[in-house]
Nanobody, 123 residues
């Protein structure tokens, strides 16, 4: 399984970005997926997760109501729609494929990781 994250960039506070995660491998449509982020000097933290079907999602408290995590199994792609961005959202964002089909939050529940894409939010 290979994951390719893209769509990062520089945006002003209050703006929007949409990240994409393109997956190879037939397991994409049967596994949960997630987004994590890592700011400079901090540990990688959970952002959002979606079940295999897209029927269940879960968000960290810090992004709830501003970010959504849709997926398109037909195109093997997951997204992170980021609205009302804040400077504290600045980080490298990583997509990951879960070891199971459901929503999962812990890093150890994810077996495959993309390379990361930088998001910078200016104040």
């Amino acid at each position: 399984v290979q994951l390719q994250a893209s769509g990062g960039g520089l945006v002003q506070a209050g703006g929007s970005l949409r990240l994409s995660c393109a997956a190879s491998g037939r397991t994409f449509s049967s596994n949960g997926m997630g987004w994590f982020r890592q700011a400079p000097g901090k540990e990688r933290e959970f952002v959002a997760s979606i079940s295999w079907s897209g029927g269940s999602t879960f968000y960290s408290d810090s992004v709830k109501g501003r970010l959504t995590i849709p997926r398109d199994n037909a195109s093997y792609t997951m997204y992170l729609q980021m609205n009302s961005l804040k400077p504290e959202d600045t980080a490298v964002y990583y997509c990951a494929q879960a070891r199971g089909s459901i929503v999962l939050t812990g890093r150890t529940n994810y077996g495959y990781w993309g390379q990361g894409t930088q998001v910078t939010v200016s104040s």
